[in-house]
């Protein structure tokens, strides 16, 4: 049975929690019983008086952020500037996607972009020439800039790396230190973002979710 680990559809969509993306009966359960500790767990378990919804798939609204906040705020790291890249699934074209949907790496650069579903999770090189011109008016030049790219190199002819070593450059030509990673491990991902100094964000649920929890003050 495929149980991905998706942070971001558990904690948004009880319609997710309750039957997973192919109908499967107590997915939650079986969900928690693969990543027993996770912070998909601990949320669940932890929340008792669930008021989300399933009239959308995502109820946004009426998640328990200060629950997550509670299991995910430690103390506050170090002075990188950590960006957060959506690629991956949403950017690649996949064999099993009509050929009809596949484009090149930069379209995703020129404009943003619309998924196959109606959402929007990767951002045009605009929005991080504007996030730059920010970090050297407001931060400065000198801290290092994190990309946290997951899973990126896997494939070195694929939108996700070449998109990622796009954003990459950029950040170099205008005068920092750059360096690409991503962590196996998505809840030390997660909980290192939400506790980074300064994050930038990207589109989709893992980068949303994040950004929700440094908002609300400890």
């Known amino acids: 049975m495929n149980i991905p680990y998706n942070i971001g559809d558990f904690i948004r969509s009880k319609r997710?929690?309750?039957n997973g993306w192919n109908?499967?009966?107590n997915y939650a359960k079986k969900f928690c019983e693969k990543y027993p500790g996770s912070i998909c767990e601990?949320?669940?378990?932890?929340?008792l008086n669930d008021k989300q919804t399933d009239k959308t798939y995502y109820d946004d609204d009426n998640i328990n952020y200060k629950l997550l906040r509670d299991i995910t705020i430690k103390k506050k790291i170090d002075n990188n500037i950590y960006i957060h890249l959506r690629i991956g699934d949403v950017i690649?074209?996949?064999?099993?996607?009509?050929?009809?949907?596949?484009?090149?790496?930069?379209?995703?650069?020129?404009?943003?972009?619309?998924h196959w579903n109606g959402c929007k999770y990767v951002y045009p090189l605009k929005y991080y020439i504007d996030i730059e011109q920010k970090i050297a008016n407001t931060i400065g030049k000198n801290n290092t800039i994190t990309i946290i790219a997951y899973k990126y190199d896997i494939n070195k002819e694929s939108n996700s790396y070449k998109y990622t070593m796009i954003i990459y450059h950029f950040f170099v030509y205008k005068g920092y230190n750059v360096?690409?990673?991503?962590?196996n491990d998505i809840d030390a991902e997660f909980i290192?973002?939400?506790?980074?100094?300064?994050?930038?964000?990207?589109l989709g649920g893992?980068?949303?979710l994040i950004n929700k929890i440094r908002s609300i003050k400890n």
């Open 192 to 202: 290192l973002l939400c506790n980074s100094k300064y994050f930038i964000k990207s």
């Open 179 to 183: 360096e690409i990673t991503y962590n």
């Open 92 to 114: 690649d074209n996949l064999n099993w996607r009509p050929i009809h949907e596949h484009k090149d790496y930069k379209d995703f650069l020129i404009k943003q972009q619309i």
């Open 16 to 18: 997710y929690r309750e």
């Open 42 to 47: 601990k949320y669940y378990l932890l929340n």
């Open 23 to 25: 109908n499967i009966k």
């Open 206 to 208: 893992f980068s949303f």
